[in-house]
């Protein structure tokens, strides 16, 4: 079983659509949990930033952190073309330095 | 030169060649990084360097050698590689070891493919 699962997609919404993107893992001891998104021909980018479980807001964005269920979600408000990215889930035990990623998820947003 | 430099960004390379890629921070980071990215598959952790100290070595090939001679510049030195090898290899850095600061910087990558 990976450590982290996530659907490569890719995922297809009009413009102005709410997205969801969403994350499973196995590790109970995960308590850093980020969201990266990264454009075509560059590198990732963090985005979103969580500690533990709960909800964390940022303009359009949302990132949720449900820890009984292992399961992280990224939501995105009225989404636009420039959101088009691949978005990878991210997180880190206490007191660990690996980074460990889902394979991304594809995102295009048509205008 | 701001952020995370890496070059070259794309590199063609038969198996029996030996080349480089080069990495440089112009952040004040401490901690640097090697990832491979291949096509859907999660970025895979390959080198970490704290302090010019390698900290991790996540079983990788000896074909890889890593070499980081100060805190702003991290090389990977390739040789006798394989066409599964063929990947985007990403550096990245960052203040403290990740679990401390949770932020990952990553360069543009460097585009490998071999022959």
């Known amino acids: 079983q990976k450590e982290v699962e996530q659907d490569p997609g890719p995922l297809s919404v009009p413009e102005g659509a709410i997205v969801s993107l969403n994350c499973t893992y196995s590790n109970s001891a995960f308590q850093y949990f980020m969201w990266y998104r990264q454009y075509s021909r560059k590198g990732p980018e963090l985005l979103m930033y969580?500690?533990?479980?709960g909800n964390k807001e940022d303009g359009r964005f949302t990132a949720q952190v449900d820890k009984s269920s292992k399961y992280i979600s990224l939501f995105i408000r009225d989404s636009q073309p420039s959101d088009s990215a691949t978005y990878l889930c991210?997180?880190?035990?206490?007191?660990?330095?690996?980074?460990?990623f889902g394979a991304g998820t594809r995102l295009f947003v048509k205008a | 030169e701001t952020g995370v430099t890496q070059t070259p960004r794309h590199l063609v390379m038969g198996m029996t060649n030996k080349k480089s890629l080069k990495c440089e921070q112009h952040?004040?980071?401490?901690?640097m990084y090697w990832y491979k990215q291949s096509a859907k598959k999660p970025l895979e952790l390959m080198f970490v360097?704290?302090?010019?100290?390698?900290?991790e070595n996540n079983s990788v090939p000896s074909r890889f050698s890593p070499e980081c001679p100060n805190s702003s510049h991290l090389f990977l030195h390739l040789h006798t590689l394989q066409p599964e090898d063929s990947a985007l290899y990403l550096c990245a850095s960052s203040q403290g070891l990740a679990g401390v600061s949770g932020e990952l910087f990553f360069g543009e990558g460097s585009r490998l493919t071999v022959l």
């Open positions: 952040l004040g980071h401490n901690a």
């Open positions: 991210a997180m880190i035990n206490t007191g660990g330095f690996k980074t460990i």
């Open positions: 969580t500690y533990s479980s």
């Open positions: 360097y704290s302090l010019e100290e390698r900290v």
